[in-house]
């Protein structure tokens, strides 16, 4: 009896501790809309189906119907600054899209756009978002970033300037709200 009463009374004590040492502090700072910053980008998507050096491959496919919905493509296309082939390529886009409408119309993606050339070097913005790819112009949310584009958020326009059986090539205009690297503490 005396045993139990030690050991509550030991556990009451261990129990308040915890309780005080669980706290933490926090504290809230005022927005400063001047460490934000606006881009806007231009650039061309190169997308080849098939071939001896495709940048879109089938992973998987649902089993359930000879129809696209529930395949999954691996993509790593050129990013260039034109839609000619002699364009200078500026970086990549590489991630995920699948097949989600029942009409095989629609894809979600998840794509990472790499820069490897010029002032955003080093720098990635991260779309992920529906996208009806048989209309010839959508949006898309861009989600995130890093390097230059840490915090990104924003939307690019997508028109589909060339489309055929084994060449897909679509015009990005993007508009990224990013935190500014100069200004950050």
Same mark, same amino acid.
């Given at each position: 009896?005396?045993?139990?009463?030690?050991?509550?009374?030991?556990?009451?004590?261990?129990?308040?501790?915890?309780?005080?040492?669980?706290?933490?502090?926090?504290?809230? =700072?005022?927005?400063?809309?001047?460490?934000?910053?606006?881009?806007?980008?231009? !650039?061309?998507?190169?997308?080849?189906?098939?071939?001896?050096?495709?940048?879109?491959?089938?992973?998987?496919?649902?089993?359930?119907?000879?129809?696209? !919905?529930?395949?999954?493509?691996?993509?790593?296309? @050129?990013?260039?600054?034109?839609?000619?082939?002699?364009?200078?390529? @500026? #970086?990549?886009?590489?991630?995920?899209? =699948?097949?989600?409408?029942?009409?095989?119309?629609?894809?979600?993606?998840?794509?990472?756009?790499?820069?490897?050339?010029?002032?955003?070097?080093?720098?990635?913005?991260? =779309?992920?978002? &529906?996208?009806?790819?048989?209309?010839?112009?959508?949006?898309?949310?861009?989600? #995130?970033? &890093?390097?230059? !584009? &840490?915090?990104?958020?924003?939307?690019?326009?997508?028109?589909?300037?060339?489309?055929?059986? $084994?060449?897909?090539?679509?015009?990005?205009?993007?508009?990224?709200?990013?935190?500014?690297?100069?200004?950050? $503490?």
């Amino acid at each position: 009896m005396k045993g139990t009463l030690v050991l509550t009374w030991f556990l009451m004590v261990c129990l308040s501790k915890v309780t005080v040492q669980s706290q933490y502090y926090s504290q809230s =700072l005022p927005y400063d809309t001047k460490a934000v910053k606006v881009t806007h980008l231009h !650039f061309f998507l190169h997308e080849t189906l098939g071939g001896k050096s495709p940048t879109a491959v089938e992973v998987a496919q649902a089993n359930i119907s000879s129809l696209p !919905f529930g395949t999954l493509y691996a993509i790593d296309d @050129i990013l260039k600054i034109g839609p000619e082939d002699n364009s200078e390529v @500026i #970086g990549n886009a590489q991630g995920l899209a =699948l097949m989600v409408g029942g009409n095989t119309t629609t894809g979600v993606m998840y794509v990472d756009f790499g820069f490897t050339k010029g002032k955003f070097k080093g720098s990635s913005i991260s =779309l992920f978002s &529906r996208n009806p790819i048989t209309e010839t112009e959508r949006e898309v949310a861009v989600v #995130g970033g &890093r390097g230059k !584009f &840490r915090m990104a958020k924003g939307f690019a326009l997508l028109k589909t300037y060339f489309l055929n059986a $084994t060449t897909v090539i679509v015009d990005f205009n993007v508009t990224v709200i990013h935190a500014d690297p100069i200004l950050e $503490t």
